[in-house]
Each structure stands twice: as C-alpha cells, then as structure tokens.
C-alpha cells in the first residue's frame, strides 16, 4: 500500500506532464500515450484505495487526506466521462494538475487512523460523504472549466489569441461544461447537506449549524444555487458563471484546509 | 542501371509572373490533346500534365537524354503564345530524386502559395485522371503519383501544415467557431455584399450557419448573394432591426461612419438575455464601434485581429515544414527502393523461364516411364525444387538492386553464368 501511496501521485504527474505537452506541441508521438498513463494511473489507485478500505477497515473518508484521494479519484473519473463527450484532450492538462495536487498533499500527509469513531460507521455517515466527495469533485472540474473559460474570454476580448485560443474548445462548450458540472456539485452538496442534518439528529440527539465547514459548505451551496438559478432563470452565461464558479470552489478549499487544521469542532474526527 | 528517367518541365508562382502563367496554363480538353501529342512524339512513354492557377507542369517518363526535353519544350508551344517553354528563367526542370521530391512537396501543399493549402491535392489526382483517361500513363507515373497521393494524405494527417486558418475570411469564421461551438443553431448579418464579405459569408454557409440576413447599399447586390447562398435579403435601412436577433455581425463597408454603433447595440442588449454577440469588423476605416468590446456579453475584432490569427497560423504552418519534409524524405527512399527492384526485374524473369523451360524439357523428355498420377505428383516436386534452387540466386539479385550500382556487377555476373541472353525479355 505504501508503493501504491507513491506510484499513484507520480502517475498523476506523470500524465499531467504528457498532457501539457500535447496541449503545447500537438505532438502526435505524445497524443497516444495520454489516455493509458491515465487510465492506468486510475486503475492503480482504484486498488490502491481497495487496498486502504480493506486494511484500515473503514472507507477513506475519515480524514482530510483521504477525503483528499478520493476527490482526485472521483475527479479522474468525472474527466474521463467528460472527455469522452467533448473528444477533446486539450483542457486534460488542467484537470490532471489539479489532481496531481490533490494526490501529492494527500500522499505526503496521510496516516493511519489507529482508531475510528464508531459513529463513523453509520451506513447514513457512508452515503453522507460519498455525496459529498461526488459533489466536491463536480466542483473542482466546474471551477476548472469556468478557469478555462476565462483564459480563453479574454484571450479574444484582448486578441491575444495565445495557445489557449488554439487548443482550447469554444467558450460556449467551456461554459456548458461548468454549468452541468455545477448542477452535479449543486445536487451532490444538498444531499450532503440533508443527510448530514439527519444523521447528526441521529448520532447527536440535536441539529448542529455552528460548525466551521458546516457553515462554509452552506455558503457554497447557495453560491452554487445562486449559479444554477442565475444560468436557467435570469440567464447568464459565462463570465459570471465561471467568476461564481471559482469562488464556490475557492470556498471548498478554505473548508478543507484552513478549518481541517485551524479549528476544533466535530467534523476533525480525530 | 534503369535506362529511363523521371522529368518535370514546368514553371510556378515562384518563377513566373500570372502573366507568364497565363501564357502556359491549358484547360483539362487540351491538357487531353496535349497529353497524346507528346506520347504521339515517340520520346516519352509516360506524360502527366497538372495546370492550375499557380503552376502548370508536364512530368514526363523517357530515356536518359535531357536534350530531348527542348523537343518537349517545341511540342509544348502548341498551346504558348509568348514562347515561355524556352525561357529557362522561368520555367525549371528537374529529373529522377529531384522530380519526385517536387512532385511530393506539390501534393503535400509545401511548394504552395499559401502554404499546406488543401485543394492542390485533389488538382494533383485531377490531373492524374486525365492522364489515365488518356492512357499516358504507364508503371512508372502510376506508382509516383500513387505515392505522391500518399504523401499528401500523410502529411495532411501527421503533421499541422493544413491546420488553421490562413485568410481574412476564414480566420473570421474559425473566431466565430470560438465563441459559439455550432454555427448550425445561430443567426449572422452580412452588412456589406462586396469582396471579402461575400468570402466571408461562403465560410460561414459552408459551416452550416442557420440563418444569414444580407444587407448592401445596393439591394440588387446583397439580393443576389442572399438568392445564391440561401439567406435573407434586407434593405439598407432597415438591417439595424436585425441587430437584437443574430448572433454574428459581419461588416464589410466602405462606410466612413459606424454602421454598428454602441447606441444600437446597447439598446438592443436587455431583450437579448444575456446571449453572446460576435461582430466582426473587416473594414477600414472600421464599421463597429470597439467601444463595445467593453461589454460582457459583446465580442468585437476588427481586421487587425484576423491578420494576427492569419500570421500566428501560417507561423504554425511553417514550423511543420520539417515534420513534412522527414515524411517525404521517408516516401522518396521508399520509392526509390521500388525504382531499383524494377532495374533487377528482367533477370529475375529470365532466370525463371529459363530454369521453368528446362525443367518443362526434361519432365516431357521422361513422361513414357510415369503414369498420369505419378507425372502430376513429379510435376509438382520440380516446380517446388526449382524454386528452392532459384530463392538464392534471385535474393541476391534483389539485395545488390538495393544496395546501389557497385552491386550490379553481380547482375551482370548472373546474366554471364546462367547464359540469360537470349531469355532476356527487355
């Protein structure tokens, strides 16, 4: 498990490299080896966070940076659907950066958890994190794509036209990508955020809002909801989408990070 | 050694006024009558002739014997007004390596003038056509522009020297295809019928643009081009309704003044809901007012704009050329490979009649000692045995063909021992 804790963030790298070089040379010998060392990498972490649930004998999710590997797994695995669809792999470089950090930070603080709270346990608790690694991931790549966006608005607003004009996909398609990403994020983070209610009534007899992450989680999910209902209601489409976008998910890492370490409350669970 | 060789006679954009070019270029009907004219000459056995609007050019398969190429220069004049074949100023010939590499560099765009541009390809296979409809061709140019159609493909396919747009017009198109992913699901208004807005407007129509509004201060004009690319007509003064609709503007005027102006567009922004607009401005003094590039929703670029993607393009293009230039490098060994198994193809035929006849002579000479059945399975062991015994001899003849002329001692040496002069079939 311990050799797996290191190929995984090295296959991340690894593919991330490959796909920033076809995204700046276009070089065919390159293009092929992009999707094995990708898929591969995955398939590698797959058993290793198989191998990690059966030895631990909990799923991943009880400390930040397990959290952490499953959101570049469940990351990984929402680029593939996504690239598939677009049948691009141009914006592949951004996305494989991203989850080449978020497997680096999580291999280089992970642990073992000697003990875990038995409240942890809970089948609720299980589908409570699951939706709410799901959603976390449809952010990332939602913000990701509002990134994408960006670059390639005001490369055109101030005729650049840079290599992001070349290899990007068209602002329309960048910014449907961010939208339905969003709308995931959005419908993951109410289940999260329903279920977590329920199961703290369960597991702590009383509903429970003055939590750090709790509060922060609210706020991105009514940033996302304000995303959702400014792009079907009133209309808007990209630049605010994707400025809306960035600060939803900037929120995600403020909670995973700052609270994780700053503060005591009952979502630090060990 | 082969005693033929590969010509081509021709002259280009790079060597030749459109004037001079004017003077040589020949449509396919006499392309046709050239063609067998200069078969008809007895010189040449094979004849290709390409024309287009940058070259005319005649590859032509016959002896080693470059004084005969004035002759092909005189049977050219036929349809040469200015003598232009004999002024070797501008005309140039190449022949064997260095007629092939021409060859392959035309088809695969890099001898054009606008560089990888992809219509030379098919003018290429054109112009092959015709010379087989004419029956011109024969082994040799058949493989050539075989290889050369190859060439093209691959080079269009393995390299970027085809990739982006390369004029004002298309560079305004592949910019619209940046903003909205499916020309297919939008509207565009044409102000301005003349040159480059009618370019323009055939790109966007072959894009499949939904709808195309043209407006022109003279209606006839923009009634004419609306009628041939399937769009609407609008009165001059009237496209400014338009303005809140589509989703592309194009102006191409000589209007001093905006015919786009900030008024007009922000008045029209809030029933837009949000939808992006894309105004092109290919016109100077410029049509659109570029203050309106400051709003979120409205993209403006103006002729500078596409100038910049054409060059930062053809700067693409160029960097390709020695990407393109291995893949030819690649097809002129690997023809030249096929050349040269053509020099050791008489022997290796010799040799095997000669051995067949023998071994024909001698199983006919015995065939009373055998019945039907054992003559059958006897005929089938010979033949099989010859060919073992001949498998050395005619590798060899194959590697010292590819190896180069110091090795064609041993094919002579062959002809020698195995007494193959009078089963030469040359």
Redesign the interface.
């Known amino acids: 498990m311990d050799v797996l804790n290191i190929i995984v963030p090295i296959g991340y790298i690894a593919a991330a490299v490959l796909y920033a070089i076809h995204f700046f040379s276009d070089e065919l010998n390159v293009e092929r080896w992009l999707t094995p060392v990708f898929i591969g990498t995955l398939l590698v972490h797959a058993a290793y966070l198989t191998l990690r649930t059966v030895s631990t004998a909990h799923f991943p999710t009880a400390s930040p940076p397990e959290v952490l590997t499953v959101i570049a797994f469940a990351m990984g695995l929402i680029y593939l659907w996504i690239e598939s669809i677009l049948a691009v792999k141009t914006t592949g470089m951004f996305v494989l950066a991203l989850m080449a950090l978020f497997q680096s930070w999580s291999s280089l603080t992970i642990s073992d958890i000697a003990e875990i709270n038995p409240i942890l346990q809970s089948p609720l608790f299980g589908v409570h994190t699951g939706a709410a690694i799901l959603g976390y991931s449809s952010i990332a790549i939602s913000a990701l794509y509002g990134l994408l966006y960006l670059l390639l608005f005001y490369d055109i607003k101030g005729s650049r036209f840079s290599v992001f004009y070349n290899q990007l996909p068209s602002l329309e398609v960048l910014d449907t990508m961010n939208t339905k990403a969003a709308s995931a994020g959005f419908t993951f983070l109410t289940i999260t955020i329903i279920l977590g209610s329920i199961w703290t009534r369960i597991a702590f007899d009383k509903f429970i809002v003055l939590d750090a992450k709790i509060l922060i989680a609210l706020i991105t999910w009514a940033i996302f909801g304000l995303v959702i209902f400014s792009k079907r209601i009133l209309g808007w489409s990209g630049k605010r989408i994707a400025y809306f976008s960035l600060t939803g998910f900037a929120s995600i890492m403020i909670s995973l990070s700052v609270v994780n370490y700053f503060f005591t409350s009952f979502h630090r669970f060990h | 050694m082969n005693a033929f060789d590969i010509y081509v006679l021709g002259l280009n954009h790079k060597t030749a006024s459109v004037e001079q070019r004017e003077c040589v270029a020949v449509t396919p009907p006499e392309i046709g009558q050239l063609l067998q004219f200069i078969k008809s000459s007895g010189h040449w056995t094979e004849v290709v002739g390409l024309s287009t609007c940058n070259r005319t050019e005649w590859y032509v398969v016959g002896p080693k014997n470059p004084a005969l190429l004035n002759c092909l220069r005189s049977l050219l004049n036929i349809h040469d007004r200015a003598d232009t074949w004999h002024n070797p100023e501008i005309t140039y010939v190449m022949k064997h390596t260095d007629a092939v590499k021409h060859l392959f560099q035309v088809a695969s765009g890099l001898d054009s003038q606008i560089l990888g541009e992809p219509q030379i390809l098919g003018q290429v296979k054109d112009a092959f056509t015709l010379a087989t409809e004419a029956n011109t061709t024969g082994t040799i140019l058949n493989n050539l522009f075989q290889s050369a159609f190859h060439v093209g493909k691959r080079v269009r396919s393995?390299t970027?020297l085809g990739a982006?747009a390369v004029s004002v017009s298309s560079a305004a198109v592949e910019?619209a295809?940046?903003?909205?992913?499916?020309l297919s699901k939008r509207s565009a208004l044409l102000i301005g019928a003349g040159e480059t807005g009618e370019l323009t407007a055939r790109h966007l129509k072959s894009r499949d643009i939904n709808t195309l509004y043209i407006t022109n201060r003279t209606f006839d004009k923009a009634e004419a081009l609306a009628e041939e690319l399937d769009g609407y007509a609008l009165p001059y003064d009237n496209y400014a309704q338009k303005i809140g609709d589509v989703d592309i503007i194009i102006s191409a005027t000589n209007s001093p003044e905006f015919t786009v102006t900030a008024d007009a567009v922000k008045k029209v922004l809030p029933n837009r809901?949000?939808?992006?607009l894309f105004l092109i401005d290919i016109a100077v003094p410029r049509d659109i007012d570029p203050q309106l590039?400051k709003l979120?929703?409205v993209?403006v670029?103006d002729i500078?704009?596409l100038n910049?993607?054409v060059n930062?393009n053809l700067d693409?293009r160029r960097d390709e050329i020695p990407v393109a230039e291995g893949i030819i490098e690649e097809e002129i060994d690997s023809f030249a490979d096929w050349l040269k198994s053509l020099e050791v193809k008489p022997i290796i035929a010799s040799l095997h009649r000669k051995f067949e006849e023998l071994r024909r002579a001698e199983l006919e000479k015995n065939r009373k000692y055998f019945s039907e059945e054992e003559w059958e399975d006897l005929d089938k062991f010979t033949s099989s045995l010859m060919k073992k015994f001949l498998h050395t001899p005619m590798m060899q003849l194959r590697a010292a063909a590819q190896n180069g002329n110091g090795q064609m001692k041993r094919v002579e040496a062959a002809y020698e021992l195995f007494d193959l002069r009078n089963y030469n079939d040359q």
Request: glycine fraction near 4%.
């Open positions: 393995e970027e982006g910019l295809n940046k903003i909205f992913s499916d809901h949000h939808r992006p590039n979120d929703n993209f670029n500078d704009d910049t993607i930062k693409l």
